[in-house]
């Protein structure tokens, strides 16, 4: 009796963590949406957001049930992101879109991974974000050509700017969202 008190009492706590974590990754995504409201982006300020949101990912994922290294992963790889922008010292605008290039790209591969060990609604959020993630990714491969051009010839531009901060967005929104569903499917468990 005391054992099941214990885990259902382990399981409400998760199941908290895990919904706290994606209103809190949600918030930071309003974060990253209003970062265009400033005169520049600063790089401490989008590193500090990847950082947050990474050490929340990371120490919810490893709540999880499912997926656990997966999670994690992607919470780690998400935090290494936002240090790469803190630790360089690059003043343009051109190098720092690489490390989100390459943080979408993998993250997108790790939660591919992780639908391997996940089932339902929560499999079907892991491959949207997954695939968001992907999308985002080769958007600003792209877009980066085009990019270059402009930046070499005018400086980074507020539009291009704005983009940036709201693939962040994006991929945190759907991030969030996913572990609000991973929160219901485990209260579900629960109960």
Excluded: Y
């Excluded at 209003?34 to 982006?41: H, V």
């Amino acid at each position: 009796m005391a054992t099941q008190v214990q885990r259902v009492l382990s399981s409400q706590t998760r199941v908290r963590a895990l919904r706290v974590a994606g209103f809190a990754i949600i918030a930071l995504a309003a974060g990253a949406a209003l970062l265009p409201a400033g005169k520049t982006i600063s790089a401490d300020m989008v590193g500090g957001l990847l950082i947050t949101a990474g050490f929340v990912e990371t120490v919810v994922g490893s709540l999880r049930h499912e997926a656990r290294p997966f999670a994690m992963a992607a919470g780690i790889v998400t935090a290494l992101a936002g240090l790469l922008f803190i630790v360089d010292p690059e003043t343009h605008f051109f190098p720092r879109v690489v490390p989100i290039i390459g943080w979408l790209l993998l993250r997108s591969l790790i939660l591919l991974g992780a639908l391997t060990e996940t089932s339902g609604s929560v499999r079907r959020w892991t491959a949207i974000s997954a695939g968001l993630d992907f999308l985002l990714g080769v958007l600003l491969i792209t877009g980066l050509s085009i990019s270059t051009i402009v930046i070499s010839l005018f400086g980074p531009t507020q539009e291009l700017v704005a983009t940036f901060s709201w693939i962040l967005a994006a991929s945190f929104v759907v991030n969030g969202l996913m572990l609000l569903e991973v929160a219901s499917c485990e209260r579900g468990e629960a109960a």
